[in-house]
C-alpha cells in the first residue's frame, strides 16, 4: 500500500537527523501505524542521543529537566560548566545566508553552537574567554550586527544575556534576551543590540498587564485614550525632553518660535492637565506615551 | 559608479524618535562625501537609509535617477564596510574576501579575478594565504575594505570603520582610503564624528546635529564660511574661539566690544552688521586660533583689535605653540610660532586679524559676515 504523508514526513525527518534512508513496505494500516511509532521512536531517541541542537533547544525553552542536564550535556561533550553568553538574533530577511556567516564567524573549534529558533531567529552560545569584560560582550554583539549587515544585507537585532555560569542557567537565560529582544524592539527601536540589563523602564511597562496601563492612561487622557499620539507634537516633546525642558534650546533646534512651542506644551496641558516644563509631570508623560507605544504594538500583534 | 539624490529623507522610529528631519542632498558620481556629527546626529541612520537597513520614513531616495526607498538592500548594488569588522578567522585573506561572492554563488573563475583585482588595489597579493591572526591592524581593515570592493558596487558606504584602530593606524588608514578613491573612481559616503578625518577625506562634507543638516560644503569652505555656530565650533581643532561682543554702529564705523577691548570691524565685514540692524545688541565674536597673533609686527599694524590677558597655560606642540588665556571670562586660544617668547603667567598682548573674523546672531546662531 502506498506511504501516508505522516509516514512520508517521518522518513524524511529521519533521513534529516540521522542521514540513514530508510524504505517501509506495509501491508495493513496497523503494520504502517507500528512503522511510523518506531521511525518516530528512532528518530527522538537519535536527536536525544546526539543531536546538540535539539538538546540546546530543549534546555532554552525548559523541555529537560534539571536533573538530566549534566548527565546529557556530557554525553554530547558539551561542557556544562563552562562560562559563557547568549545572543538572540532576529530578522525580518533570514535567509540561507545567515546561518553561513554566523558558522564561519564562530567556527567549530570555538565551541560557539549555533541554534535555529523561528524562521526569523537564532541563538549564539558563546563561551566567556578568561579575560572578557561587559564591554567585550558588547563588542562581540555588534560585530555580529555589523557583520550580517555589510555580508547579508539584512536588518537584524541582536540581544545577549548575562554570564551563564552553568548549562542551568540557559532557559533563564533564553527567557532575558527573549525579553529584552522584545522590549528594546519596542522601546528603543533606534538601536540594534538590547543587553539584558540595560532596558530600563521599558522592562517595568512590558510585565504590566493590559488593564492597568489602560487605567493609568485613562488617568491622563480620560475615558478617551487615543490610538497614538500625533508624530510631530511627539516629535516636539521628545526634542523638548532630549533638550532637559530647555524651550529656547528646543524652538532654537526646532526653528519654532518660542511662542509656538509654548502654545503647543500648554495644548498638552490642556488636555491632560500635565504641565510638561515641570519635572514630575514631564516623567508622567513620557511614561504614557512609553505605555501608549506599548498598547499600540501590543494591538497590531 | 553612481550619483545620489535624497530629497526630504526623513527617519522617525516607532517610538516617536525623529532621528533624521528633512535630508536634502545630491552627491555626483565619483564624489566622496562625508556625514559628520556629534554622537546621535543622525548621521549613522541617514548611511543605513541609503543601504536599506533602515526604513525611510519620508522622502525619496535614488541611485542613479532611480527611486530605491523600497528596493531590498541586496538589490541597491552597495557595499558596506563598518566599525566592528570581523575577519572570519578559520579563512585565509582569499576566502575572506571570496566569501561573499560566493554566498552570491557568483562563478569560481569570476570570483578569483575579482579577489586578485582588490588585492592588486590593496596592496595585499602577498598576503592572499595568510589568516587573520598573521595580519597587522591596518591589513586586516584593507581585508575588510577588499571584502567590499569585490563586490564591485555602485556606491560604497563606510561606517566609521576607522574608530577602532588607534591613532597612528587611523592616520595611515586616512592615507589608504584616499588612494582608494582615486584608484577606484568610486561614489563613497563615508561616516565619522571625527572632523580630521572628515576634513582630510572628503570633497564634501555634510555636518549634522540633532537629525538636520547643518551645512554642506567643501572642507575648506566649512572652514572658512561656516553657516553657524555649530559648524564653527565643529570644524577646526583647536575650535574656533568664541566671545560675546557688543556691536555698536556710528556712521560707518562699527565696533565690537569685549569687556574693556573694542574692536574696530573692517569694511569687508561692517556691511552685514549695519544691514542687519545690529547697533546696540549683543553678537557672537568668533576667531580661529591661528588668526590671534603675538607677534610685535602684527600688533604694531592692528592698532584697532588688540585684546590682552595673561597665559594661563603655555603648550608647546613642536611646530607650534598653544596659547591659552582667558578674555571676559571666556577661555581662548592662540596657535603662535614656537619662537614666540611668551610663557605661563605672563602678561601678553595679541591682535586679532579682523578681516578673518565670524560674526554670529546670539538668538539664531547663523553667521552674519559670511
Request: proline share 4%.
Amino acid at each position: 500500500m502506498e506511504h501516508t504523508q505522516e509516514l512520508e514526513k517521518a522518513l524524511a525527518e529521519l533521513t534529516r537527523v540521522t542521514g540513514v534512508t530508510l524504505d517501509v513496505k506495509a501491508n495493513t494500516p496497523e503494520e504502517e501505524r507500528q512503522a511510523l511509532s518506531q521511525i518516530k521512536c528512532l528518530y527522538t531517541a537519535y536527536k536525544e542521543k546526539y543531536n546538540k541542537t535539539d538538546f540546546l533547544q530543549g534546555l532554552m525553552t525548559g523541555g529537560i529537566p534539571s536533573y538530566d542536564i549534566h548527565e546529557r550535556a556530557q554525553r554530547l561533550h558539551i561542557n556544562p560548566d563552562e562560562k559563557r553568553v547568549l545572543f538572540l538574533l532576529e530578522s525580518d530577511t533570514m535567509d540561507e545566508a545567515v546561518p553561513e556567516i554566523l558558522k564561519n564567524l564562530f567556527p567549530a573549534q570555538t565551541k560557539t553552537y549555533m541554534i535555529p529558533i523561528r524562521d526569523r531567529a537564532a541563538a549564539i552560545l558563546r563561551p566567556l574567554r578568561s579575560n572578557e569584560t561587559a564591554e567585550d560582550i558588547r563588542r562581540i554583539a555588534r560585530t555580529i550586527v555589523d557583520t550580517l549587515n555589510a555580508e547579508a544585507l539584512i536588518q537584524i537585532q541582536v540581544s545577549y544575556s548575562f554570564v551563564i555560569q552553568s548549562l542551568s542557567d540557559l532557559p533563564e537565560a533564553f527567557r532575558e534576551t527573549s525579553l529584552a529582544l522584545k522590549v528594546g524592539k519596542l522601546f528603543y527601536s533606534e538601536q540594534t543590540v538590547f543587553p539584558y540589563n540595560e532596558l530600563g523602564i521599558g522592562r517595568l511597562i512590558y510585565q504590566l498587564p493590559v488593564s492597568l496601563c489602560e487605567n493609568f492612561l485613562k488617568e491622563i487622557f480620560g475615558p478617551e485614550i487615543p490610538d497614538s499620539l500625533d508624530e510631530e507634537l511627539l516629535g516636539t516633546i521628545n526634542r523638548f525632553f532630549q533638550n532637559n525642558l530647555n524651550i529656547a534650546e528646543t524652538s532654537r533646534q526646532l526653528h519654532m518660535h518660542r511662542n509656538t512651542l509654548i502654545y503647543r506644551l500648554e495644548q498638552i496641558e490642556k488636555r491632560t492637565g500635565l504641565d510638561l516644563r515641570l519635572f514630575e509631570d514631564a516623567m508622567t508623560f513620557r511614561i504614557a506615551a512609553m505605555v501608549l507605544n506599548y498598547l499600540h504594538a501590543e494591538r497590531n500583534q | 559608479m553612481a550619483s545620489l539624490s535624497l530629497e526630504g529623507i526623513q527617519k522617525i522610529y516607532p517610538n516617536g524618535f525623529h532621528a533624521v528631519k528633512d535630508f536634502n542632498l545630491e552627491i555626483e558620481d565619483k564624489e566622496f562625501i562625508i556625514f559628520v556629527g556629534p554622537s546621535g546626529c543622525g548621521k549613522s541612520t541617514t548611511l543605513r537609509m541609503i543601504a536599506g537597513l533602515e526604513d525611510i520614513s519620508g522622502g525619496t531616495l535614488k541611485i542613479d535617477g532611480k527611486v530605491m526607498n523600497d528596493v531590498e538592500p541586496k538589490d541597491r548594488d552597495i557595499a558596506m564596510v563598518f566599525q566592528n569588522y570581523a575577519l572570519y578567522p578559520h579563512m585565509t585573506v582569499y576566502d575572506n574576501m571570496a566569501f561573499g561572492l560566493k554566498l552570491r554563488k557568483v562563478p569560481k573563475d569570476e570570483i578569483d579575478k575579482k579577489v586578485r583585482e582588490a588585492a592588486r588595489i590593496l596592496d595585499l597579493e602577498k598576503l592572499l594565504d595568510r589568516k587573520p591572526k598573521a595580519l597587522s591592524g591596518g591589513q586586516r581593515q584593507r581585508v575588510a575594505m577588499g571584502r567590499a570592493i569585490v563586490r564591485n558596487p555602485k556606491v560604497f558606504l563606510m561606517d566609521e570603520p576607522l574608530s577602532n584602530l588607534d591613532a597612528k593606524l587611523r592616520v595611515q588608514m586616512r592615507i589608504e582610503i584616499s588612494k582608494l578613491h582615486e584608484n577606484l573612481g568610486a561614489t563613497i559616503i563615508y561616516v565619522t564624528h571625527d572632523q580630521t578625518e572628515a576634513m582630510t577625506l572628503g570633497t564634501r562634507i555634510v555636518v549634522m546635529k540633532d537629525g538636520v543638516v547643518q551645512q554642506v560644503d567643501t572642507p575648506q569652505n566649512l572652514y572658512n564660511t561656516p553657516c553657524n555656530l555649530f559648524v564653527a565650533g565643529f570644524i577646526g581643532s583647536p575650535q574656533m574661539n568664541f566671545m560675546d561682543a557688543k556691536c555698536s554702529i556710528k556712521g560707518d564705523d562699527v565696533t565690537l566690544t569685549v569687556g574693556q577691548h573694542v574692536l574696530k570691524v573692517p569694511a569687508s565685514k561692517k556691511k552685514a552688521l549695519i544691514d542687519g540692524g545690529y547697533d546696540g545688541k549683543t553678537v557672537v565674536l568668533g576667531i580661529r586660533p591661528e588668526d590671534v597673533h603675538d607677534s610685535q609686527a602684527f600688533i604694531s599694524n592692528s592698532p584697532d583689535s588688540i585684546i590682552e590677558s595673561t597665559i594661563k597655560v603655555y603648550e608647546l606642540l613642536g611646530a607650534e605653540v598653544f596659547l591659552y588665556f582667558d578674555v571676559e571670562g571666556t577661555q581662548m586660544t592662540a596657535r603662535v610660532n614656537p619662537r614666540t617668547t611668551l610663557r605661563t603667567g605672563d602678561k601678553a598682548v595679541f591682535a586679532l586679524d579682523m578681516e578673518k573674523i565670524h560674526v554670529f546672531d546670539k538668538e539664531t546662531e547663523l553667521t552674519i559676515t559670511n
